[in-house]
């Protein structure tokens, strides 16, 4: 079992930043790719960025590149999302996860945080 724990969300204005953090325990943390995925009020859940093992590789959604970006320490066993240039559509529960490879599908995830949430003001 993988234990995920989010922290850094909150209320930000339009144009600015947040930055996620998701702490892992319980299995080795570079055994696993870890992403960031985002569920907004009456949509489903959404993939965001994704970042490789080692994290010599990072994938994004079109929606959030330029503007977001994922790494992990993985001597703190710890991934992060860095959120710049903030809008209101970004505004969701922003979830962390755990995979063997490298998913962008929510269904394919083998495990979960608990999500953070994350408001965006106009």
């Known amino acids: 079992q993988v234990q995920l724990v989010e922290s850094g969300g909150g209320l930000v204005q339009a144009g600015g930043s947040l930055r996620l953090s998701c702490a892992a325990s319980?299995?080795?943390?570079?055994?696993?790719?870890m992403g960031w995925f985002r569920q907004a009020p009456g949509k489903g859940r959404e993939f965001v960025a994704v970042?490789?093992?080692?994290?010599?590789?990072?994938y994004y959604a079109d929606s959030v590149k330029g503007r977001f970006t994922i790494s992990r320490d993985n001597a703190k066993n710890t991934v992060y999302l860095q959120m710049n240039s903030l809008k209101p559509e970004d505004t969701a529960v922003y979830y962390c996860?755990?995979?063997?490879?490298?998913?962008?599908?929510?269904?394919?995830?083998?495990?979960w945080g608990q999500g953070t949430q994350v408001t965006v003001s106009s």
């Open positions: 319980g299995r080795t943390f570079s055994d696993y790719a």
């Open positions: 970042i490789s093992r080692s994290g010599g590789s990072t």
């Open positions: 996860a755990a995979d063997s490879g490298l998913t962008t599908t929510p269904t394919s995830v083998d495990y």
